[in-house]
């Protein structure tokens, strides 16, 4: 095509920025003409109750619910699905931000809409969700500022080998029990769902243990291993030494390395030391506790798992039902909202026009530029 051009056109840099607005206005007027056949397909699919639906697609308005959940990273909150993003600002005049880190993790969960339960395998969703945690931190911030600094977000930066060098932003977007949600999917025979505890030392990932879903908002089909949470290393406060008999030898250089105040990773793969793999957590002085109290148990490392009281059989729901609502595999719509069905497609409405308008006047001016250049030779 380049070629092509060029022996009409001389190729300079509004030539080049004609063909960039080209091809991204074609882009958003087609995604927005798919937004579009989306938003009808809503519109003319009728919102069934869980007892009467049948297979097919299908919308059911109802609260989330299950027998166990797992811990989001940041906020450290009970939820069936989370997604937590951290953003970084680049080098440079622009400042743009760039993502580096990404972490989705889900189970099996239950909607419930007063008529019945009804299984809901989240992988492969167009996620809606409302954000429980947005924070931004400067760079000086890291530095000065240490015991400020949220530990889970410590924890988890740490998981991902971000190094807090520049500016930060983090988001954590989460489903949460007795939630109200919109879904829309595909009712189907169960292919193999169960709803199982988070088991995170399971050597191959199946259809009932969680998932980790890649970036963007829709999770992709294929499955892998959970990020493996890091050794968490508590210095207790106060002018007493900690106790380091039961510490580990690295446990012990990452604590002295941690009270001298470096944190530079080079610093610590020098010492033998993975920053990546240990995170440091400073502890406030422990609470007197009386001769008759139970001893406090143990924090256990994120994500945890909360069962029910039964962990073996939960009270309330079929681990194993016969129908399950997830992502058909003729028909792609599969949406999860935590708007209702008419705030969701009244959004989709508003998101699609803008797209189809935008990109057609985004082609339009890329053509006029492109016929303009051709004009001046």
């Known amino acids: ?63 989330a619910g299950g027998p166990y959940t797992i811990s989001a990273p940041i906020t450290g909150k009970p939820c069936f699905l989370y997604r937590t993003t951290a953003w970084q600002q680049r080098d440079g005049k622009k400042q743009e931000w760039e993502r580096v880190a990404d972490e989705t993790l889900h189970l099996p969960f239950f909607i419930d809409d007063s008529t019945g339960q009804l299984l809901i395998e989240p992988l492969g969703a167009d996620l809606d969700l409302h954000r429980d945690f947005r924070e931004e931190y400067a760079a000086s911030f890291f530095s000065s500022n240490l015991d400020d600094v949220p530990p889970r977000v410590s924890v988890f930066l740490s998981r991902h080998g971000v ?37 995170p030392r399971r050597d191959s990932p199946d259809n009932d243990s969680p998932r980790s879903d890649g970036p963007g908002n829709s999770a992709p089909n294929n499955i892998s291993e959970p990020f493996p949470a890091p050794q968490i290393i508590r210095l207790a406060s106060g002018t007493a030494p900690a106790s380091t008999q039961e510490m580990s030898q690295q446990a012990r250089i990452a604590a002295a390395l941690t009270r001298a105040g470096i944190t530079s990773p080079e610093a610590w793969s020098a010492a033998g030391v993975s920053y990546q793999s240990l995170a440091v957590e400073e502890n406030e002085p422990p609470a007197t506790v009386s001769a008759n109290a139970e001893p406090p148990l143990p924090e256990a490392s994120l994500p945890e798992v909360r069962p029910g009281e039964d962990q073996a059989k939960p009270p309330g729901f079929n681990l194993n039902p016969p129908v399950v609502l997830m992502k058909g595999a003729n028909n792609p719509t ?44």
């Not at 109200?180 to 169960?190: D, K, P, V």
């Open 163 to 199: 190094v807090p060098g520049r500016r930060l932003r983090v988001e954590e977007r989460s489903i949460k029990p007795e939630e109200t949600l919109f879904i829309a999917g595909t009712l189907t025979e169960n292919p193999g769902v169960q709803v199982r505890p988070f088991s």
């Open 1 to 63: 095509m380049t070629v092509c051009l060029s022996l009409f056109i001389s190729i300079n840099f509004l030539t080049i920025l004609s063909l960039i607005a080209i091809a991204g206005g074609l882009y958003f007027f087609f995604t927005g003409f798919h937004l579009l056949a989306r938003k009808r397909l809503l519109l003319t699919t009728p919102t069934s109750k869980i007892r009467s639906a049948a297979l097919g697609l299908v919308e059911i308005t109802g609260t």
């Open 334 to 377: 599969f949406v999860i909202s935590f708007r209702s069905q008419k705030e969701f497609v009244s959004a989709l409405a508003w998101k699609s026009a803008a797209m189809v308008w935008g990109g057609g006047a985004l082609t339009l001016l890329g053509l006029y530029m492109l016929l303009a250049q051709m004009e001046l030779l």
